[in-house]
């Protein structure tokens, strides 16, 4: 069965703090994606990660894919309270390209 | 430009009335999905489509039925409301499966009694 893990799946964090968020997954994959939620509202995308290596900055957060390891890292960098939201990780598998896979989401709370 | 919409935001049913969700997009695109979100259990996909036409089951499929009759709507319909059944749908469309990104509609919110 094709699983999409995220650790952590609470993370309160306070301004000024690094930290890194993991999305795991158990199929081969070259394309993942990143997806922002805030509270109520729609899933507004982040990042596309297009190949093994894969990096991609915006601002405050930085994506990395490595599908050696299945694995793609979402880090933050002095984290603001803006960045408070759910972030999920999307995993397009090699085998059915005709949909993407979502992880549980990792809710993020940034505090003063 | 609209992007994804979605028709009603909010509704109530009780247990055993039916409705249809609408979803609509202007991107001209191919693919379309229905998901529900429950909490703690990120997104499910309900069923998807990848064409006019076309409709295939996703991971929860079970209570559902769909139809896209026209390449720029797709339609959830709940033919018999329960309980379980209570959630937030979103619907998200593509232009090609999943070596494109999803753009999702905002959201409704269904609650059966």
């Known amino acids: 069965e094709l699983k999409v893990e995220q650790n952590p799946l609470f993370l309160s964090m306070q301004e000024g703090k690094n930290y890194t968020i993991y999305c795991n997954y158990s199929?081969?994959?070259?394309?993942l994606y990143w997806y922002r939620q805030d509270p109520g509202k729609s899933l507004e995308s982040l990042f596309v990660l297009l190949s093994n290596g894969a990096v991609k900055q915006e601002g405050r957060l930085m994506a990395s894919l490595d599908t050696k390891a299945r694995l793609s890292t979402l880090h933050i960098t002095a984290a603001v309270h803006d960045l408070s939201a759910t972030y999920f990780c999307a995993v397009a598998p090699r085998r059915n390209t005709d949909k993407l896979i979502f992880g549980t989401g990792t809710r993020l709370q940034v505090f003063p | 430009n609209a992007g994804v919409t979605q028709t009603p935001k909010f509704r109530v049913l009780k247990t055993g009335q039916s409705m249809t969700l609408l979803c609509a997009q202007d991107m001209n695109h191919e693919y379309m999905y229905w998901y529900r979100q429950d909490p703690g259990m990120g997104l499910r996909l309900i069923h998807y489509s990848v064409g006019e036409g076309t409709t295939a089951k996703g991971e929860v499929p079970d209570g559902y039925n769909v139809s896209r009759l026209k390449k720029q709507n797709f339609l959830l319909g709940l033919e018999s409301a329960a309980p379980s059944q209570t959630s937030v749908y979103f619907c998200?469309?593509?232009?090609?499966?999943?070596?494109?990104?999803?753009?999702f509609g905002p959201g409704t919110r269904l609650t059966v009694t």
């Open positions: 199929t081969t994959s070259d394309r």
């Open positions: 998200a469309s593509s232009y090609g499966g999943s070596s494109y990104e999803q753009y």
